[in-house]
């Protein structure tokens, strides 16, 4: 088994799953005036003078001081009452209120709507909930498929298709010019190299990140986190294993942020050699044809 074998097993295995109105004031009834009695002549000489009813109403009384004249033929003069202090006004006859009109209207209205209260700002994602939800990504469905790109440790550069599905069987398929294919059936792995027409066969439990191969996922129980690390740029986890074929591996998962799905991660296999692995249009609905698991031996 050539290292380059080794490399490409470490590099591709790192990942195996994945809100009433103003009252008006009224004031009292008008005293019903009295028009004064006209001053009787001497009773010889002047006839009996017809009575007049007074003239009373709701309103000011109105008298024609100008119709009626006295004996000797001269006007006689009606002098207005004047209210003493004291005594009540007659009412506005037009029927306006006496008090000032209050604030009404759109403008008026606005001004007694509270705002809305200013809604709470999102609390900082803590340790725990960051390990909860990347555990709660792996265990959401068995099966993956997703498209990834590799960067190797000497900067080379390859791309193809991952399929997933618990427990154990991964498959990646690398597209051209790349010969290497690396498949698990959910006990072995074997690393092929297309063109050499080699096949080279580990057991799982040598490979990083053999824990997400399980059918329930918790990196607290599992593996050793060393690090939790959230920022604007994506939810870092730092575990290690120990039990990877050549000694320990060290493995970063970076989660998107907002949907904490799983974007890329990157190991770093015993001889220190670090291998980035991006992955992108994720579909965890579609079961991968069992035939991608199957191990020519």
């Known amino acids: ?11 591709a295995l790192s990942l195996a799953v994945p809100a ?14 009295s028009v004064p009695a006209v001053a009787a002549n001497k009773a010889a000489e002047a006839k009996p003078a017809e009575a007049r009813p007074a003239e009373t109403g709701s309103k000011s009384a109105e008298v024609k001081s100008a119709d009626e004249k006295g004996v000797d033929g001269k006007p006689v003069t009606v002098k207005p009452v004047t209210a003493k202090p004291g005594e009540a006004k007659p009412a506005d006859p037009m029927g306006k209120k006496t008090g000032k ?13 509270a705002p809305p209260p200013a809604p709470e700002p999102e609390k900082p994602l803590t340790r725990d909930e960051a390990l909860k939800r990347a555990n709660a990504f792996f265990n959401a469905s068995p099966v993956m498929t997703a498209d990834f790109v590799q960067i190797g440790g000497d900067g080379k550069r390859s791309e193809g298709k991952l399929h997933v599905q618990r427990a154990g ?129």
């Open 1 to 11: 088994m050539t290292y380059v074998h080794f490399a490409a097993l470490l590099a």
């Open 20 to 33: 009433a109105a103003a009252t008006i004031a009224r004031a009292a009834p008008p005293s019903q005036g």
């Open 101 to 113: 009109p209050t604030a009404q209207g759109p403008a008026a209205a606005a001004a007694t709507i």
């Open 169 to 297: 069987r991964v498959r990646f398929e690398y597209a051209q010019p790349a010969t290497m294919e690396v498949v698990a059936d959910g006990a072995q792995v074997a690393v092929r190299d297309r063109k050499l027409n080699t096949q080279d066969l580990y057991f799982i439990t040598q490979t990083p990140l053999k824990f997400l191969m399980k059918d329930k996922i918790d990196l607290e129980k599992d593996v050793i986190v060393e690090d939790v690390k959230i920022d604007d740029s994506g939810v870092t986890i730092a575990i290690e294993d120990k039990a990877t074929f050549g000694g320990t591996s060290h493995v970063r998962l970076i989660f998107d942020p907002k949907t904490f799905k799983l974007k890329q991660w990157q190991v770093k296999d015993p001889q220190g050699y670090e291998t980035l692995i991006s992955i992108f249009n994720i579909d965890q609905a579609k079961v991968p044809d069992p035939t991608l698991f199957k191990i020519n031996k």
